[in-house]
């Protein structure tokens, strides 16, 4: 079934404790979209300036991403994001951010993708979040990101957009932030009376939880001494897990399940990498593979 | 088959965000043999003063820990540690340390415990735990713990004490601390490379690792709400892992994996209240009922 993305396609500047990289591909919806391409086509919606190569462009079509959303301004700049990792690779301190032509971003879906059956509302304003679901024509199912800076900022439109998507999707700190609570089970289960139907909270290297009304559990992160680079692991596992959901065309909690599987080996490649550098060389042949000794690492 | 705890029995006063106990029973071998007990008898060597209540003896006695092994010392005071929790529940701050008769601990092996195929060397100075493990005769699997103090100023003891053992248990902390390296995979290969054939990294709140030469696997903690007092979780994981190796008599893979997934649920019973009080309301069949949701949990 169709699945559409809306959020950040960007240029990201990295450092790690031993690498650095600069304006290499990124974005959210940039590693949604690849990484829910191995199980299903996708529909891009995002903002670039007239900076941004052709041959990106071209590397999102070779996947089946359509992006006939992917609107060029002419004579604006791509948004920039220039971060450092800290030797433990899960804290990052941001260097530098240019919003560029994603600050004016007001995304305007084209009339095509306007009947999508899964939406993801990558991380992005919630009042932005909710004037694509006002654009949008009875989706079956609408997963939403968010993070700290509309937690604190646009706490009361987050709180309408809670009450209007299927299943959030966020990390450990800002699970916490939002309920205050330390206790990452409660935080889970409050975050369920906020609206959203089911509640996937990321825990980077240590996994992701999931949280409905009658189901709670964790899934492990799949073990890797790989992490070249993080960036990006976020959106690539809420696309896995997304492109498996669209893929199988419903999202039952057996189903779920294994879309948080996928997801969660999907963002195991990302960080072997920079930007969609690892993801260029598997295919969905080595995610079976991997989703195999994985089931088997689960099993006793 | 036989199975020998030397460590720790103490008095702690704990307080976290919410409770506070005072001098309640603690220490790293009563955890461990009390969790062992739900498996297999336990054999228990210690040290405590004349303050220690013969009702604590009676306790550990009622649970088939054989206690010839606890040297009462007349007119000395039993182990004391101060803790505080921080909100998160994970880390701590030590208020106060009364090592007492415990400073001058050295083990003395009763004839009786001698010949024990199953020994855990809790943690304590490896000078120590080698001074146990040349008092045994012929033990099938000897696992040993150990902290930061040893790795900074014992460390050649206890790389001479890794050489001796099969299995190593550790937090993450201190699995970074040992091998300067902030991947735990990374690390848990490079702690193989000491000695150990196989090796537990401990992660709390996000469950526990395995290493073996031929095996990588991490199983996550049991999601519990009820987080009342994190002290003794790692000695009961050890103890619930221990005691069920010990009631099979092997350690095969299977057998280990088996284990990591009862200490891991004895020890999420041990958090949801003070000392050993949770643990005293729950029985076997507890622990298996726990271990059939925990598989559902990780099937997919």
Known sequence: MSLLVVGSVAFDSIQTPTQSRERILGGSATHFSYS??????????????????????????????DT???????????????????????????????????????????????RSEFLFLANGSPVTQLSVLEQTLGPRLVVADTMDLWIRE???????????????????SEAKLLTDD???????HKILKLGPRFVVIKKGEHGAMFFSEHETYVLPAFPTQRVVDPTGAGDSFAGGMM???????????????????????????????????????ISRSDLDLRLGQYRKMLSF
Chains 1, 2 share one sequence.
């Open 243 to 281: 492109g498996y959901l669209a893929s199988q065309g419903n999202f039952e909690p057996k189903t779920l399940k294994e879309a948080m599987a996928y997801g969660i080996l999907v963002a195991s490649y990302t960080v072997e990498d920079f930007s969609l550098d690892r993801l260029q060389s």
């Open 68 to 114: 006939a959303g992917l609107h060029v301004v002419q004579g604006g700049k791509t948004f920039f994001w220039k971060g450092k990792y800290e030797p433990n690779m899960n804290d990052r301190e941001t260097l530098e951010v240019q919003l560029n032509v994603f600050g004016d971003f007001r995304p305007k879906l084209p009339e095509s993708f306007r």
């Open 182 to 188: 330390e206790n990452l089970v409660a935080a889970g």
């Open 154 to 172: 646009q706490h009361a439109e987050l709180m309408k957009l809670f009450k209007r998507i299927d299943g959030l999707v966020m990390n450990d």
């Open 36 to 65: 829910a391409s191995f199980f299903a086509p996708v529909r891009l919606v995002g903002v670039v300036g007239d900076d941004f190569p052709d041959e990106y462009v071209q590397l999102l079509r070779s996947r089946n991403i």
